[in-house]
């Protein structure tokens, strides 16, 4: 039988999880098991630290007065932060437009967020909703350190992942 990380719950060979590079400690008591476990705890809150700024790079549209014409541009938004959505869905405070085609079924989005100050990238398929509202876009961290994204509103939505994080 595997062992599993006490801190993402992943299977793990030897000491040091592959995935969230924990080192897990094996004890023989239950004062030990304890200290061990809010050692994997505190350890999760620093990575969930370390992870920050979920943006999406949002396409942009102004009317110039000057020139009568459309401008357009990307937009980095930010959505949250890492510890903000560990294991509850945050959303988006801005709003998107919705599908002007209503025969587009998925959108494909570039997310983008930092891990210790680097950025990173996950590329995103997600089924678009029919609803009356504009869309927001949500993150959530689940406890094995996976990221799911959700695209719709509070009671509408579709959602995609589990995706890993790159944790290093």
Not at 44 to 67: C, H, M, P, V
Not at 144 to 167: C, I, R
Request: one cysteine or more; a neutral charge.
């Amino acid at each position: 039988m595997a062992r599993k990380c006490k801190c993402c719950a992943r299977d793990i060979v030897g000491s040091k999880c592959s995935y969230c590079k924990y080192i897990n400690v094996e004890v023989l008591d239950n004062p030990g098991s304890e200290c061990e476990l809010e050692r994997a705890a505190q350890y999760k809150a620093g990575l969930l630290e370390r992870i920050t700024d979920f943006s999406i790079n949002a396409y942009t549209y102004k009317w110039d007065q000057k020139t009568s014409k459309f401008e357009s541009g990307r937009l980095p938004v930010k959505i949250t932060d890492g510890k903000e959505c560990y294991e509850q869905i945050v959303w988006s405070k801005k709003a998107f437009e919705k599908n002007p085609d209503d025969r587009m079924q998925e959108r494909d989005i570039t997310i983008s967020y930092m891990f210790d100050g680097e950025q990173k990238e996950i590329n995103v398929k997600l089924k678009t909703i029919q609803c009356n509202d504009l869309w927001r876009l949500g993150v959530m961290i689940h406890q094995d350190l996976t990221v799911s994204f959700y695209l719709g509103t509070v009671d509408n939505y579709t959602v995609s992942g589990p995706f890993n994080l790159e944790l290093k």
